[in-house]
């Protein structure tokens, strides 16, 4: 039997799947070190969708007739997983995936065709999303489309007296935004760096950071926080004129944050 799945690789983490650890496997060499991870960081390949069988196309057909043919088809085991589905009660899958710490939830309708390549309103990936108050202490400047301007700010929130960093922002501006931000970044005075150099080595891109006077706070939307209290996927929303920097807390970021 020959079959072409649709599917993805998760490493779990208390029955979450965790892209940190995923990232652990990734792009290795050495079969000694390809070996180690495999026992330490067990993967398992989730199937999502059934496109061909022994030379069948069966993307031009609906969604619950490819979804049969799967299920009798695979034998689900340690390291082979057939992503469960819920018929119906979206809203109540939704809000068990929230409280589980899951990102989200994937809608599709039955009738539903496979179509590579394209979006369709068949399929709505539905995530959850968080809003948090980061300060801005630097930025990195822009490459290609961005040359001139800046790539990326550099987020903070204060953990005690100290500024902890949280990730870098590159997403969500479009021109008018993206200049009003680099007019405000060069109004500012330029500090030393806030933050530890082992901080840096864990963002490259931070060595060639402007760091300038945290007082800008932003608005951002993100997916959570990573293990390592980064915002996951973060998007500028905007400035925020009312709110100090000092207001901006690590414990106000894991509240916000918290499922």
């Not at 496979?114 to 930025?139: E, H």
């Not at 903070?156 to 007019?183: K, M, P, W």
Request: aromatic content about 8%.
């Amino acid at each position: 039997m020959k079959a072409i799945l649709d599917g993805e690789i998760v490493a779990f983490e208390n029955g979450v799947p965790s892209f940190q650890r995923l990232q652990q496997r990734m792009h290795l060499r050495d079969e000694r070190r390809v070996e180690q991870m495999a026992r330490l960081i067990p993967v398992a390949y989730i199937v999502f969708d059934l496109l061909d069988l022994d030379g069948a196309d069966l993307t031009g057909r609906p969604l619950e007739h490819r979804r049969r043919i799967l299920e009798e088809t695979i034998v689900p085991s340690e390291r082979i997983q057939i992503s469960p589905i819920t018929r119906g009660d979206g809203s109540a899958l939704f809000q068990a995936a929230e409280e589980q710490g899951l990102e989200g939830i994937m809608a599709k309708r039955l009738s539903s065709l496979y179509q590579p390549g394209a979006r369709s309103r068949d399929w709505l990936k539905v995530k959850f999303s968080f809003d948090a108050d980061v300060v801005i202490v630097g930025w990195i400047e822009g490459e290609g489309r961005r040359k001139g301007s800046f790539g990326s700010l550099a987020m903070a929130v204060y953990d005690d007296d100290e500024l902890r960093y949280v990730g870098n922002v590159g997403t969500g501006f479009d021109r008018r935004s993206l200049d009003e931000a680099l007019q405000r970044l060069n109004a500012l005075g330029e500090i030393e760096r806030p933050f530890s150099s082992e901080v840096v080595r864990s963002r490259p891109e931070l060595r060639r950071a402007h760091w300038v006077t945290p007082s800008l706070v932003a608005r951002v939307e993100h997916r959570r926080l990573t293990s390592a209290g980064r915002l996951r996927s973060p998007s500028f929303q905007g400035f925020r004129e009312d709110k100090d920097p000092k207001e901006c807390t690590f414990d106000q970021l894991l509240a916000g944050a918290a499922p």
